[in-house]
Nanobody, 123 residues
Framework: QVQLVESGGGLVQAGGSLTLSCAAT????????MGWFRQAPGADHEFVGT???????EYSDSVKGRFTITRDDAKNTAYLQMNDLKPEDTAVYYC?????????????????RGQGTQVTVAS
């Protein structure tokens, strides 16, 4: 069964850190690009970043320098390390996956999507 499962969300104070995980099953993980997106209430999905095969990364300007995406191909898992969190980072965070080197910043162009995990940053 092909599936993405996010975990690690929660409530954190501004300036704090949180790490999200995205575990993939049913795919040849190492050949997939893994994207992270977020959706605040009433807003569309916002691109956070992508890690492509061989760990090539790309980030949105809003998180660059604060967030880091990594992957462990042996564990079929991608991670989103979030530091110096701000209240405006509050959202449901989704991971998404597509085979190969994906350059799109639209979650709609990824083949797979997880169920999302809530991140709330208190001021």
């Amino acid at each position: 069964q092909v599936q993405l499962v996010e975990s690690g969300g929660g409530l954190v104070q501004a300036g704090g850190s949180l790490t999200l995980s995205c575990a993939a099953t049913g795919v040849t993980f190492s050949s997939y690009s893994m994207g992270w997106f977020r959706q605040a209430p009433g807003a569309d999905h916002e691109f956070v970043g992508t890690i492509r095969p061989r760990s090539v990364t790309e980030y949105s300007d809003s998180v660059k320098g604060r967030f880091t995406i990594t992957r462990d191909d042996a564990k079929n898992t991608a991670y989103l390390q979030m530091n110096d969190l701000k209240p405006e980072d509050t959202a449901v965070y989704y991971c998404a996956a597509s085979q190969g080197h994906v350059y799109s910043r639209s979650i709609r162009l990824f083949d797979l999507r997880g169920q999302g995990t809530q991140v709330t940053v208190a001021s």
